[in-house]
């Protein structure tokens, strides 16, 4: 069935470095996903998302990658900075539906 | 934020009384979204509005009712609450529904006693 997980539920960093985190999806049908980060007593604020016609796509320190191949989904933080510690989800729409399925979610910690 | 307002932001009930839950929006958005979340489960849908009136079952909707009379609202109904539904639930909303991201409201943390 669909399942959208993540392969780390913790991830800690250190400021200014890089910080990756993944997500594999299980729907090959899936050809758009998006990234949200999540803050502590808030909803969910969209980031980034990628359509299935491309494998790359980046934003402001932000990038996602897309390998179609394998079904998984990356988000790479560049100098990674406190304000970033959230929890980020990844989630996977199939076209037509009118629904996403949400990964559970990695938690980002950035040391000082 | 994305014009969305939840209301209220925090309740405490309990087992067996009824709750209802608001979202508000302000972007004219056709689809609305109702998603409880909870540790270890992510986020699951419980119900979404597809427009005034039109409303569809998600994968979590056994305990719930939704109503929308009209595009900036859309109302869950806990018909009669129970403990399992203790839970923070979040509304979300779209322009297009498919292919689009959605935009979440600041939740509602529930608490059934």
């Known amino acids: 069935g669909e399942s959208v997980g993540l392969h780390l539920p913790t991830l800690s960093v250190q400021e200014g470095d890089n910080s990756i985190i993944n997500c594999a999806y299980s729907?090959?049908?899936?050809?758009?996903f998006i990234w949200y980060k999540q803050e502590s007593g808030k909803g969910p604020q969209f980031i980034i998302d990628i359509r299935s016609n491309m494998d790359k796509r980046q934003g402001q320190r932000v990038t996602v990658l897309l390998n179609k191949t394998v079904k998984h989904l990356s988000l790479q933080i560049a100098a990674t900075q406190p304000g970033d510690s959230a929890v980020y989800f990844c989630a996977e729409n199939k076209g037509g539906s009118e629904k996403l399925v949400f990964g559970k979610g990695t938690k980002l910690t950035v040391n000082p | 934020d994305a014009g969305i307002t939840q209301s209220p932001r925090h309740k405490v009930t309990e087992t067996g009384t009824p709750v209802t839950l608001r979202c508000h929006q302000t972007?004219?958005?056709?689809?609305m979204y109702w998603y409880r979340q909870d540790p270890g489960h992510g986020l699951r849908l419980i119900h979404y509005s597809y427009g005034v009136k039109d409303t569809d079952k998600g994968e979590v909707s056994d305990g719930y009712s939704v109503s929308r009379s009209k595009t900036e609202d859309f109302l869950l109904t806990l018909e009669s609450a129970t403990s399992s539904q203790t839970s923070v639930y979040f509304c979300?909303?779209?322009?297009?529904?498919?292919?689009?991201?959605?935009?979440f409201g600041d939740g509602t943390r529930l608490s059934i006693l």
């Open positions: 729907n090959s049908a899936s050809d758009y």
């Open positions: 979300a909303i779209s322009d297009r529904g498919d292919g689009q991201p959605q935009h």
């Open positions: 972007e004219n958005h056709r689809y």
